[in-house]
């Protein structure tokens, strides 16, 4: 069974603009979760969506948004870039019925100059 | 979800058993243990979880006190590939939250020739 899949691997961009980053989850499973990755707060929780909604959101202003589609393929966005953007940006995925094990993909690699 | 405390560093020969430990004090009745760790730019990595009895698989054993205030995660036999970021997490299954991970610092393991 193929892994979970994160597209692009590597983005640079500029204060001000904005992304989108996009995950595919393990075949079959519905639950997708966003985390940020950063040497000085480490690993933290954007949000998780299952069956296209919403379930969970971290701590983190609006300008991070996200949404999930019918084939449980998820993206997320992020408006108005800072330089504290930088960051690791990993996607995990679960089956969402009784597996609670969650399986991440290699990470996008966000730089914000 | 309990707090967990782990020590910042350790090491481990090759070929020796890797013992990291895991303090999870206020852990509650029906919370599990989830171990994953995170190789150098990778995401991280299930392992292995339990509620109170001792759990093996392919990968590590996971030996959890009687009282459930503490576990150890055991590599039976180290290898460099196992050098890597180990983390401890406390997670309250079937609730709403299922699918949210809160990371602490972790173990960074580092495994010598």
């Known amino acids: 069974k193929a892994g979970v899949t994160q597209t692009p691997r590597y983005l640079i961009k500029t204060r001000g603009q904005q992304v989108t980053l996009s995950c595919s989850p393990i075949?079959?499973?519905?639950?997708v979760s966003w985390y940020q990755q950063t040497p000085g707060q480490g690993l933290q929780f954007l949000f998780e969506?299952?069956?296209?909604?919403?379930?969970n959101k971290g701590n983190f202003p609006g300008r991070f948004s996200g949404r999930q589609f019918s084939n449980s393929r998820s993206e997320m966005n992020v408006s108005t870039l800072e330089l504290g953007d930088s960051a690791l940006y990993l996607c995990a995925s679960r089956s969402g019925t009784g597996g609670y094990e969650q399986y991440f993909g290699p990470g996008t690699r966000l730089t914000v100059t | 979800d309990a707090k967990t405390t782990q020590p910042p560093s350790m090491d481990c020969a090759e070929g020796r058993a890797a013992n990291l430990p895991c303090n999870h004090s206020?852990?509650?009745?029906?919370?599990?243990v989830y171990w994953y760790r995170q190789i150098h730019s990778q995401g991280p990595q299930y392992i292995i979880h339990?509620?109170?009895n001792n759990e093996t698989n392919e990968m590590a054993s996971l030996i959890i006190t009687e009282d459930r205030k503490s576990s150890t995660l055991i590599l039976p036999h180290a290898t460099l590939r196992d050098t890597a970021v180990y983390y401890c997490?406390?997670?309250?299954?079937?609730?709403?939250?299922?699918?949210?991970?809160?990371f602490g610092q972790g173990t960074t393991l580092q495994v010598k020739p």
């Open positions: 997490i406390v997670r309250l299954l079937g609730s709403s939250n299922t699918g949210k991970l809160i």
């Open positions: 075949s079959g499973h519905r639950s």
């Open positions: 206020t852990i509650s009745g029906n919370e599990y």
């Open positions: 969506y299952f069956s296209e909604t919403q379930r």
């Open positions: 339990g509620l109170k």
